[in-house]
């Protein structure tokens, strides 16, 4: 039976919040300026394994490791010299140490309080113990996935072939890891939102699976079919006949090298290895060393047009990450165009921006599927049957922002698209134009 007591005035109060000092799950320590425990609550008992009398009136640092163990009494010293926060006010990762030796990865959250003159400091420390058993678990399988992924692109290059019998296998280890993905949320229900992440990271790598399977599988078709025919041929087969084939190989090719172009640019963006190198260049030359580059891409009948013509100005960025960034919007108006219709491009620079706009007379975007566009392998449902991999606006998008800038979008499903980007133009020294 629970017992309830009365209080009034600060009796309450102080009640109240011994209450909850007792009760709490995650550790509480108190500890003067001088590193000395003065108070511990259950919780951190049973984290770090000592009692209340064992450790209140011992240095905080017994249950801290080195290095900061050494160091403890520096840290306060020189917070309070100079009131330079590491992690006062601030919060962090931490280790701790049991009493057995062990270590233990805690957040930590310290608070500094003065009473009647009197400082002392309070901090919050929550085990993290199973959430950094289950990350590493989770890492050490993407780790495993991902090196064979690594593998069966080499087999790719050594025996194209066999690339779906790989395929069917590496789909049946994804089925098991995914199996054991979920075992381990249905057990550990406490550290479902700890894990939301990695769940995502799990369904983006079988959505990448499952789009690489099929966006390999019509290149590598075609290449194995005109390779078998141009096996077949005799030495009196006109050579226009091979040479439609191996046009077909080395068109199969090049889609599946732009595809692992677009997952190595996305992996890139998500380690945060990809670092701006911004250069002089002209803003006309550059426009038209693209226009160059995509007239063999364009379908009969198309044409790239500059509506209000390109300004001779001399700009300065990241050359590379713009052609890009053009390559993927010029590159789709092309692709989810018919014959015949021209793609517009306007380029204009004007108070410290660069402002880029490409625009198609192509399928459009259905309007439920706009909100997604720019998420990661999202395919448009009436472009379902064309060819993509669905990462292009979603890198485009992590370019733009390392470059500071935007991009926004008009379609109708059955008109077009219009895609405008914005790109700040920051202050630089001056140049020798004519050196560039």
Known sequence: MEKHITYSGLDEAAAYLNAIFETATDAIITITERGVVESMNPAAEVLFGYTAAELVGEKINTIMSSPHREKHD????????????????????????????????????????????????????????????AEEEIRQLNQELELKVEERTLELELAVNQLL????????????????????????????????????????????????SHEFRTPLSTILSSADLIDAYTKNTPDDKRLKHVKRIQSAVGSL?????????????EEDRVQLQPSHF????????????????????????????????????????????????????????AADKPIDCFVKHEDGWLTLKVKDNGIGIPAEDQQHLF???????????????????????RYLRLMKGEITFKSQEGVGSIFTVRIPLEDVPSVDEDKI
Do not use: W
Request: glycine share 6%; charged share 30%.
């Open 257 to 269: 090298t732009n595809i692992l172009d677009d997952f190595l640019s996305l992996a890139k963006l």
């Open 375 to 397: 998420t990661r392998f999202f395919r448009a449902n009436n472009a379902m049957n064309i060819q993509g991999t669905g990462l292009g606006l979603n890198i485009v998008r």
């Open 165 to 212: 019998a790989a395929n069917q296998k590496l789909s049946l280890e994804v089925k098991e890891r995914k199996q054991a993905e979920a075992a381990l949320l249905k057990s550990e229900t406490e550290l479902r939102e700890s894990l939301e992440k990695e769940k995502e990271l799990s369904q983006l790598k079988s959505r990448f699976v499952t789009m690489a």
């Open 282 to 337: 002209s803003l006309r030359e550059f426009c038209d060393e693209i226009e160059e580059e995509f007239k063999s891409l364009l379908k009969p009948g198309q044409e790239m047009r500059h509506p209000d013509g390109v300004e001779d100005k001399l700009i300065y960025l990241d050359k590379t990450i713009l052609k890009n960034i053009l390559y993927n919007l010029v590159g789709n108006a092309i692709k989810y165009s």
């Open 74 to 133: 520096q840290y306060l010293s020189h917070f309070i010299e100079t009131r330079e926060a590491k992690i006062i006010g601030i919060g962090r990762e931490v280790i701790g140490r049991h009493k057995n030796g062990m270590l233990i990865p805690v957040r930590l959250a310290v608070s500094e309080t003065i009473v009647n003159g009197r400082r002392f400091f309070t901090g919050i420390l929550h085990d993290l113990s199973s959430i950094k058993a």
